[in-house]
């Protein structure tokens, strides 16, 4: 089963753990080309909704489809078109970073892995290291090894949980590169942070979530943190 799609659609999505909503009604719409900003204190529901974007994890209320799909309908062909780097890197520390990306690379069913995984190490400016163990890795290396980890089978959607921790101002900004590269190319990019300085100008679009629920919205990521902070006021 072949899965494309161009846009991505949450109707009412809800999230709850027993008697905790980490979600209420969360509802937007975005398409290839966007680079979308998930903003918001700690505990706000970025990570859990982006977990439901990743299908790691079901809504307790609503649903999210992609173009036509539905994680349910659609399954492991789905998820073949999804990326996701989050606070687990998803690493294994004993291989070599060349083996930990030839790893998801035939995971995935990738032509030419080899290649893929050579200019992806390159990418992430890892060539020199690329046999070397990941454990002795810096946070940093790690970091830019788990975004190619999360690219290598040129998924439609990239999903990012706080992307630039660790990162030097050298990698964050190779990292603004890469995903201004992706929206030209058409993907989708959904990106969690609390760097807004960093993200100043690279949205499309922001989504400001508090207490479980999308509270404000608006397109053009310019003057993040002025329009960051009348949204928690206004909230």
């Known amino acids: 089963m072949s899965v ?21 009604t969360i509802s937007f719409e975005c398409h290839a080309g966007e680079i979308v900003g998930l903003l918001g204190p700690n505990g706000a529901g970025k990570s859990t909704l982006l977990a439901i974007l990743a299908t790691l994890l079901a809504p307790s209320t609503g649903q999210v489809a992609y173009g036509g799909h539905t994680a349910r309908k659609a399954g492991a ?20 970073a060349r083996e ?8 995935y069913g990738v032509a030419d892995a080899e290649s893929r995984v050579t200019a992806s190490l390159e990418r992430a400016n890892l060539a020199d ?15 830019r090894l788990a975004l190619e980890r999360a690219l290598v089978h040129e998924p439609r959607l990239l999903l990012l949980d706080e992307p630039f921790t660790g990162l030097d101002q050298a990698s964050a900004a190779a990292l603004v590169a890469r995903l201004q590269g992706l929206q030209s190319s058409g993907g989708l990019v959904i990106v969690a942070t609390h760097d807004l300085e960093v993200v100043e100008g690279l949205l499309t679009r922001a989504l400001y979530l508090r207490n479980g629920k999308l509270v404000h919205a608006h397109d053009g990521g310019d003057d993040l943190r002025g329009r960051y902070g009348a949204a928690m006021q206004a909230s």
């Open 77 to 96: 062909a789905l998820r073949g078109r999804l990326g996701m780097l989050g606070h687990d890197l998803f690493l294994y520390p004993e291989l070599t």
């Open 4 to 24: 494309d799609f161009t846009s991505l659609t949450a109707t009412d999505v809800g999230r709850h753990f027993g008697r905790r909503r980490a979600l209420t």
């Open 100 to 107: 930990n990306l030839l790893f998801f690379a035939r995971l």
């Open 129 to 143: 290291r690329a046999d070397d163990q990941v454990l002795g890795f810096s946070r940093g290396m790690r970091q």
